[in-house]
């Protein structure tokens, strides 16, 4: 008897400290239902968030398809997985979008049930990771299945069985939900299986962007502009470019001529010049070598969380806000690129610059003295659009004044990867616009217009309701 007394008063006291550790939240009726939030996701360490990100590098880098604009809008749904699938755990502080965009329903929890929120970020954020990238190698799924596993071995020794699985469950339902949300957005599902469309045919005229040298490839993702938006629209437009002139009073001969001497003084200094590092140092659109120039966005936002140790909340809502953003930048530079159809600086150059008849850019070398230009108009730089885009989101979220080494290409040898030290987010965005002129591939034209586009589609991804 005094056995039993003794557990059952030690039932009772393991019940009263579970309720004093729940929080409530309303059911569907108005009214108040406990619900255990073990793991509040803004008391909860942001490390899970962070290396999810460092396997997505990995991912985009080496499955095929996955070029800039198609890696930020994936970004964006996976950032929207991760976020919503916290968002009952955290609904006193951050705002969800469910019903917010048109035909989006994420699904809610079982009110009077105990969730674990990292279990359920874990499980949402590795199937969101297995539906976007179906098609990836299997040392990188590898990686993504270690990474999940790696978690769920910790947390099931947390938290009872029931608990677990309820999270899991409900955490792929979430990924599964914004998946079928992301089909319907018919133009963007899956583009990685088709970069190309064979019915493209540019415009023809002087100044007119064509298939250009050295390998003449056809228009990548010529029609992207149309792929939905988060916060982006028809408003968000660059000036029209420089009048096309062969003119050496003109302005675009002007810009032309800086680039091409920007490249031969480059080659002159024997690689080893300050504007060698810039441009090497910001080229991330060499398929395979680097991640694309969405994902080095991410790749400086993991150093920041990294730095900072945020909690699993704020890493959430990082990761999102700055996947609407890349995923608006590559929609809106896109639609400007096609709107446009400027030619590059090597069809320029070449055409019409005096010496420049077999200049080329120093861009993505492959060995045998060949480099390589972006398949697609040049203004404006998608580069410089994602970067304004991830620095005015990154500014709002940890301020205008953050220093940071950017460490992101450290220890390589095939390219000058030294770490680079900057006093803000913008000065990081600007340099990496302007690195596209030492490389060879834009005018200046195209780095200002894009910086400045990218800018004001992050002044629209702030504006959101994040926090409450």
């Known amino acids: 008897m005094k056995n039993w007394v003794h557990f059952s008063k030690l039932g009772t006291l393991f019940v009263l400290l579970l309720l004093a550790a729940s929080s409530c939240v309303k059911d569907s ?42 890696a930020g809008r994936t970004t964006a ?107 319907t957005d018919a133009l963007g599902h899956e583009a990685w299986l088709r970069t190309t469309d064979p019915t493209y045919v540019p415009p023809t005229g002087d100044g007119k962007w064509q298939p250009t040298f050295p390998d003449y490839s056809k228009a990548l993702l010529p029609y992207w502009g149309k792929v939905r938006t988060f916060a982006a629209d028809e408003s968000d437009v660059i000036p029209e470019p420089l009048k096309y002139s062969k003119d050496p009073s003109s302005e675009i001969y002007k810009q032309a001529l800086e680039t091409f001497r920007s490249v031969n003084q480059v080659r002159a200094s024997n690689l080893q010049s300050e504007d060698k590092w810039i441009a090497d140092f910001w080229s991330d659109d060499c398929p395979a070598l680097t991640f694309t120039p969405a994902g080095r966005w991410i790749a400086v936002a993991n150093q920041v969380v990294e730095k900072e140790q945020p909690s699993l909340a704020v890493a959430a809502e990082t990761y999102a806000r700055m996947g609407f953003a890349l995923n608006d930048a590559g929609v809106r530079a896109w639609h400007e690129k096609y709107r446009f159809n400027y030619q590059r600086p090597v069809d320029y150059i070449r055409q019409v610059i005096p010496g420049g008849e077999n200049w080329n850019s120093i861009m993505c ?104």
Not at 391 to 416: K, N, P, Q
Request: one cysteine or more; a neutral charge; proline letters at 6%.
């Open 29 to 70: 009726n108005g009214g108040d239902t406990t619900v255990t939030l073990n793991g509040d996701p803004t008391k909860y360490k942001s490390d899970i968030a962070r290396e999810y990100n460092e396997v997505f590098l990995e991912l985009e880098r080496f499955t095929a398809g996955y070029r800039p604009p198609i």
């Open 77 to 183: 749904y996976l950032g929207l997985i991760g976020y919503e699938a916290l968002i009952p755990g955290m609904e006193d502080k951050y705002t969800s979008f469910d019903g917010y965009f048109q035909g989006l329903d994420v699904p809610e929890i079982v009110n009077g049930e105990t969730y674990h929120w990292p279990t359920v970020y874990n499980a949402a954020t590795a199937k969101g990771f297995t539906l976007f990238f179906p098609t990836a190698p299997a040392a990188q799924l590898f990686q993504l299945y270690a990474l999940e596993q790696k978690w769920n071995d910790q947390f099931r020794k947390e938290i009872p069985n029931d608990v677990y699985v309820r999270s899991v469950e409900f955490g792929r339902q979430v990924a599964n939900t914004i998946h079928a949300w992301g089909k």
């Open 365 to 468: 070398p492959d060995g045998s003295g060949r480099y390589f230009t972006p398949p697609f108009p040049a203004y404006p730089s998608g580069h410089a659009t994602f970067g304004g885009a991830a620095a005015g989101v990154l500014e709002a979220i940890y301020g205008t004044s953050y220093a940071m080494t950017d460490r992101c290409h450290e220890g390589r040898t095939e390219f000058v990867g030294k770490p680079r030290t900057f006093k803000n987010f913008r000065e990081m965005a600007e340099e990496n616009g302007y690195s596209r002129i030492p490389i060879g591939v834009h005018f200046r034209m195209d780095y200002t217009s894009g910086v400045n586009l990218g800018y004001g589609i992050a002044a629209k991804i702030n504006k959101f309701s994040w926090r409450k």
